[in-house]
Each structure stands twice: as structure tokens, then as C-alpha cells.
């Protein structure tokens, strides 16, 4: 118990000083302001969050940088955060959620197993796979880019 009393003498000795107004007052400086230092004077505006576009259709032009000329592959996302399409092969869906800040996350993804050539076959589970891997989505000249560490798709609008 004395020990303890004597701790806490200790530490009531050490805090005064810490706690006496006139000191702290002469020891604490004014901050230059912002102009002062040379910076800017004016807040800058953020940049007005995108609105992803449920309910549109979108075919495949790219996947992870190289065009798609010869296989076709689709994703809608419907107002119920449905994504559904076609992957080359058979058709998909799952549970996508536009997030804030452009991001998107996708479910585990439901599949048809019909039966393709092996080159198609890769061709549906690189697009799956990137499309279950997105984490961020844009729209950069009318397309849609889904980016994740999976790989990146870019969709055209179709119709």
C-alpha cells in the first residue's frame, strides 16, 4: 500500500508542470496559417462521385489489355444487383454491389456447364475470373473498365 501511495506522489510531482497554465501558455506558439507558408488558399473541390450503370449491357472488347475480336462475352448488372451474362460458353450470374468510390464487388459466381473446346473454355474462366477478382469499376470513353488484382475487362455498351 505505501508503495503504491508512493508511485503516485511520484507521478502527482511529475504532472504539475505539465499542468500549470503560465508555462504552457509561453511554451505554446501561434501556427502560420496556410497563406503564410505558401499554400493554396482555396479548398479544392472533390470530384462528384460516378453512378455505375445498372440495367445496361455490356459486351467484351478487352481482357487484361489485349482485344477480343473473335469470342463474345456479356454482363449485365440489374437494379436488384444481379449480375447475369454470357462468358463465351455458358451463361453466369451472381451478386454484384456497386460500392462508394467506384467499387464493385462480386459474388461467387453461379455457372451452366455446357460443354466447349478447350480454347473457349480458358478463354470463359480467364473472363470469370477476372470478373469475380473486380474491385474497382470506371467508365473511360463510354466503356466500362472493371479493375481488380484478377486482371482487368473492358465492355462496350451493347444493345
Known sequence: MIRRLGLA???A?????MLMPGEAA????RMPSRTELGGQTEIPQAQQEKTF???????LVQLNG???YDRRATLIIDK???GTGFGGCNTFSAAAYPLRQQGLAVGPIALTKRSCDKAMLDFERAFLTALRGTRNWDIVNGRLVLKGAAGELTLSRSL
Not at 13 to 17: E, G, I, Q
Not at 26 to 29: D, L, T, V
Open 53 to 59: 450503370p445498372l440495367g445496361a449491357s455490356w459486351s
Open 26 to 29: 509561453a511554451q505554446r506558439q
Open 9 to 11: 506522489a511520484v507521478l
Open 80 to 82: 436488384n444487383l444481379r
Open 66 to 68: 489485349k482485344p477480343v
Open 13 to 17: 510531482v511529475l504532472a504539475v508542470p
